[in-house]
């Protein structure tokens, strides 16, 4: 049994990023991963403007100005944002100018209007500015074009996209999406529309796990329900494995008479290299790869107890699917600390998590256990939960008020 560590250093290594690319439009490029750099051939800012309201003018027209000798310039101009000033400033003159408008020829400094006084056709400037330049925002300044602007690898944000509607990027190259097969197994499973018999079970996890692919920038396939016959799940696993680039399966990984996935896996020529992990829950876990088809592809076999399920995702799965998304930044969850407002118990043997909620309190994370049980089965109370909290091997119990790692989740 691999220690969660040792589990997710064999997953990333095994993780092969996409290479293959695709243009999008510049209104669906959220959070998408930019796969070559950007550059752009306009200066930012475009042109010089004026970072204040005020007076464009020259520097040594005003140097010297004081509230006994102010500074009277005939105002010839007034330029308001979007407009190209049509006068260039000799000596002696200034243009009335707003954030943001573009500077007039001749001026090279912005006097802000506090420091003015109009009168008619003219302005007095009491207060000298103190450097040439001052509250001007240079042409290029901000960024020189052909440099880059963004570079590959990032998932591109609300403040990425701005950049790059501003370098009037309308199409953007990206790496393609992971696709990600998703089938639960199980004679005892049926879908949310069938009518529940005695002994079966509402398959939740087939919907739980397409929205956590969703959610992480993959495109999930949907491949249903898979009986416990071992040729329907041999079939079943085949077509996964041609068609998608990671595979998530629940269910069937197990030690009883019909978990079947780690031989099938074997006689389609997967190498596993995780058959079960130190953590609780979620302890059968199944990861192998195979490197015999166009695309290589990472396959999870994940228990399917729905709590189980989902923390294997969040704490492995999630991982891969961000690597193999072409994200150059860090991969591996993220970790804070806090202290725990509900004791956490456990075995010692297992690293076990705990999902509840996590509040920031006078800048300190305090998590309290969702109430009811935490049993990998009862999915009820893991709704509208945030986080996990993260009882170490070798530890049996967190106090109330003792530190704790958490996990947040969302």
């Not at 293959?20 to 991963?33: A, K």
Request: hydrophobic share 40%; proline share 6%; net charge negative.
């Amino acid at each position: 049994m691999l220690s969660v560590k040792e589990t997710e250093s064999i997953i990333l290594n095994l993780v092969q990023p996409i290479k293959d690319t695709e243009i999008v439009d510049l209104d669906t490029v959220s959070d998408r991963i930019l796969a070559t750099p950007v550059t752009s051939k306009l200066n930012f800012p475009y042109w010089d403007n004026s970072a204040m309201d005020g007076y464009a003018v020259k520097f040594a027209d005003v140097q010297s100005c004081n509230q006994e000798n102010p500074a009277i310039l005939e105002v010839v101009e007034e330029i308001p944002a979007g407009y190209q000033p049509q006068k260039e400033i000799q000596p002696g003159q200034a243009a009335r100018i707003f954030t943001g408008a573009m500077l007039p020829k001749g001026s090279d400094t912005i006097v802000i209007q506090e420091n003015s006084q109009r009168e008619g056709n003219l302005v007095k400037i009491f207060s000298p500015p103190q450097t040439p330049g001052e509250f001007v925002r240079k042409q290029g300044s901000f960024y020189l074009h052909g440099n880059p602007l963004l570079m590959p690898g990032i998932a591109l944000n609300a403040a990425d996209i701005a950049v790059l509607a501003t370098a009037q990027c309308t199409q953007i190259t990206v790496f393609r999406r992971p696709r990600v097969a998703i089938f639960s197994t199980g004679d005892e499973l049926i879908t949310p529309e069938q009518t529940l018999q005695p002994g079966q079970i509402v398959d939740s996890n087939q919907y739980a796990l397409a929205a956590f692919v969703a959610q992480n920038g993959g495109i999930p396939i949907k491949m249903g329900i898979i009986p416990d016959d071992k040729e329907a799940l041999k079939s079943t696993i085949s077509q996964a494995i041609n068609s998608a680039d990671l595979v998530l399966s629940t269910g069937g990984v197990s030690v009883g008479d019909y978990d079947y996935v780690e031989e099938i896996l074997a006689e389609l020529g997967g190498e596993i290299h995780v058959k079960s992990v130190a953590i609780k829950p979620g302890k059968p876990l199944t990861v192998a790869n195979f490197n015999n088809f166009h695309n290589s592809c990472l396959y999870f076999g994940i228990p399917g107890n729905p709590v189980s399920a989902l923390v294997s995702c969040w704490r492995f799965v999630q991982s891969a699917l961000k690597k193999m998304s072409g994200f150059l930044g860090n991969c591996l969850p993220d970790f804070v600390e806090g202290i725990t407002l509900t004791e956490l118990r456990s075995g010692g043997k297992l690293e076990t998590y705990f999902w509840g909620n996590v509040t920031l309190k006078d800048g300190k994370y305090e998590f309290s256990k969702a109430a009811g049980g935490q049993n990998s089965g009862n999915l009820i109370n893991l709704a509208q939960t945030n986080s996990l909290a993260v009882l170490p091997v070798g530890k049996t119990v967190i106090e109330p008020g003792e530190k704790v790692m958490l996990r947040k989740l969302y």
